[in-house]
Structure formats: C-alpha cells, structure tokens
C-alpha cells in the first residue's frame, strides 16, 4: 500500500500559500497518521499543528492544503532563503 501524504502551507498575517512561514504534511500509512514540519535544516520533526488546527486551537497561523508539487517549490525556496543544503 502506498502512503498518502498531504501537504499544508503555514499562512500567517503576511504570507500567502505561495509564500508561506513554513510547511506541514502528514502521512497517512496503514499504522495510522504521522504529522510533521519543516525545520530550517529541512528535515521534518514530528509536530501537532495539523491536529490542533483540525481541532479549531488557535496556532498563530492558517493551514492550506498545497500539491506535492507546490511544497517541493516551497521547500526549494526555503533551501535558498535559510542556505540549507
């Protein structure tokens, strides 16, 4: 079975999905979900912003739903603006 994965922008005042603060994704896999963010070394940590943002808990920020493709490019961007390889 492949695991499914959703990606999400993290929106706050200023950003747009398209420049987002950060991003989040989970993965959906026969053991159940595993929701993580990026981390300005771009690898992901295990993080609940998903989970309380379904939940309604105020986060500092919006979650929107991005392509793969979308969050590859914004992780490319990321790569450029933090220097991480």
């Known amino acids: ?3 499914e994965v959703k990606y999400f922008a993290i929106v706050r005042d200023d950003d747009s999905p398209e420049h987002p ?11 159940g ?7 300005r070394d771009l690898t ?3 993080d609940s912003a998903i ?13 929107v739903e991005i392509s793969a493709a979308d ?7 990321f790569r450029q603006e933090w220097g991480a390889q």
Not at 51 to 63: H, K, P, S, T, V
Not at 71 to 77: D, H, L, S, T, Y
Request: a negative charge.
């Open 1 to 3: 079975m492949v695991n």
């Open 21 to 31: 603060s950060g991003l989040a994704r989970r993965t959906v896999t026969p053991q």
């Open 33 to 39: 979900r595993l929701d993580e963010t990026l981390r």
């Open 44 to 46: 992901w940590m295990r």
């Open 51 to 63: 989970y309380e943002w379904e939940r309604g808990e105020e986060i500092g920020a919006d979650l």
């Open 71 to 77: 969050a590859e490019r914004v992780i490319q961007g």
